[in-house]
C-alpha cells in the first residue's frame, strides 16, 4: 500500500498573520490530525510537506525539525552553482533541511520559464532539475497537466506521455521509485473547478501504465498526487480513487484547518 502524501503550495503568498505564526499553526493542527489519526480505526499514516516562499526556509527549519511534517521549496535550478541569478541549487536547498521539491509547476511553465520553448524543451530542463534534486537526495514531486485548450483537444495523455518519457529517458525508470508525481491540469489550478474524480482516475491510471511499461515493481510503488482546487468538500472522493495516493494543495494550504482536514482525508483513503 502507498503511503498518502499531502503537499502543500504556499505560491508567493505572505500570509495575513506572519510566516511564523502560520507554521507554528501547521505544527500544532499536524500535531492535533495525528491524533485524530490514531483514534480513527481506519486511518492510516500519511505524509505531509509544505512549500513556503524560500525566504521563510529558515523559519521552516527552525520550527519543523523534529516534528512529522516536511517541507521543500517550489523550485530548483538546473545547475549546481554560478552565474544564475535568482536561482537556488539543490545543495543549498537541502542546506535548509529540505526533504521535498517541486519541479515544473506550471505556474513557472507558464509563466517564467517559458521564453518561447516549446514544451519539449521545458520537459527537458523539468529533467535535468530532477537530475539535480536526486543526487542531492531531495524528493522531487514533478507536476504535469494540460492546459484548457489541450484538455478540450484530447491531448492529456500525450503530453504526459511525453514528459514520463523524457525522465525515464534521462535517469531511467528505477529513479520514479524515490519521486512522487502531481496530475495537476492547469484548468483546475486555482479555479475552484477540480478535476472530477473519475478523469483523475483515468490520468493518474495512464500515469502508472506507461511507468509499468518500464518497471512494474516501481509504477506499483510510485505515489500520483492529485492537483487543482482540492478542498475539504471534494477531497475524500478524490482521494478515494485507487490511483490517487493523496493531493498537490494551493490555496487551501494557507488556510489551516482545511489543510488539516484535507489531510485526514488522505488518512481515512485507503486503497
Ligand atoms: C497548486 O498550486 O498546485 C494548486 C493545486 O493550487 P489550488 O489548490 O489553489 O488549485
Excluded at 29 to 38: G, P, V
Excluded at 234 to 262: C, T
Aim: proline share 4%.
Amino acid at each position: 500500500m502507498r503511503k498518502p502524501l499531502i503537499a502543500g503550495n504556499w505560491k508567493m503568498n505572505s500570509p495575513d498573520e506572519s510566516s511564523k505564526v502560520l507554521l507554528v499553526n501547521v505544527l500544532v493542527h499536524a500535531q492535533l490530525l495525528e491524533k485524530r489519526i490514531l483514534e480513527e480505526k481506519d486511518a492510516s499514516d500519511i505524509d505531509i510537506a509544505i512549500f513556503p516562499p524560500s525566504v521563510y526556509l529558515k523559519e521552516a527549519q527552525e520550527i519543523l525539525t523534529g516534528s512529522k511534517i516536511h517541507w521543500g521549496t517550489q523550485n530548483v535550478s538546473a545547475y549546481d552553482e554560478g552565474p544564475y541569478t535568482g536561482e537556488i541549487s539543490a545543495s543549498m536547498i537541502r542546506g535548509f533541511g529540505c526533504d521535498y521539491v517541486l519541479i515544473g509547476h506550471s505556474e513557472r511553465r507558464c509563466l517564467y520559464e517559458t521564453l518561447e520553448l516549446d514544451q519539449y524543451v521545458l520537459d527537458q530542463i523539468v529533467a535535468k532539475k530532477y537530475a539535480k534534486a536526486i543526487n542531492q537526495g531531495l524528493t522531487p514531486i514533478i507536476c504535469i497537466g494540460e492546459t484548457a485548450e489541450d484538455y478540450a483537444a484530447g491531448k492529456t495523455e500525450e503530453i504526459i506521455a511525453r514528459l514520463l518519457d523524457v525522465l525515464i529517458e534521462h535517469q531511467g525508470p528505477q529513479a520514479l521509485a524515490q519521486t512522487v508525481l502531481a496530475y495537476e491540469p492547469v484548468w483546475a489550478i486555482g479555479t475552484g473547478q477540480s478535476a472530477t474524480p473519475e478523469w483523475a482516475q483515468k490520468v493518474h491510471s495512464f500515469m502508472r501504465e506507461r511507468v509499468a511499461k518500464h518497471d512494474a515493481a516501481t509504477a506499483e510503488s510510485l505515489r500520483i498526487i492529485y492537483g487543482g482546487s482540492v478542498k475539504p468538500e471534494n477531497a475524500r472522493e478524490i482521494f478515494a480513487q485507487p490511483d490517487v495516493d493523496g493531493g498537490l494543495i494551493g490555496g487551501a494550504s494557507l488556510e489551516v484547518e482545511e489543510f488539516s482536514e484535507i489531510c485526514f482525508s488522505a488518512a481515512v483513503s485507503t486503497h
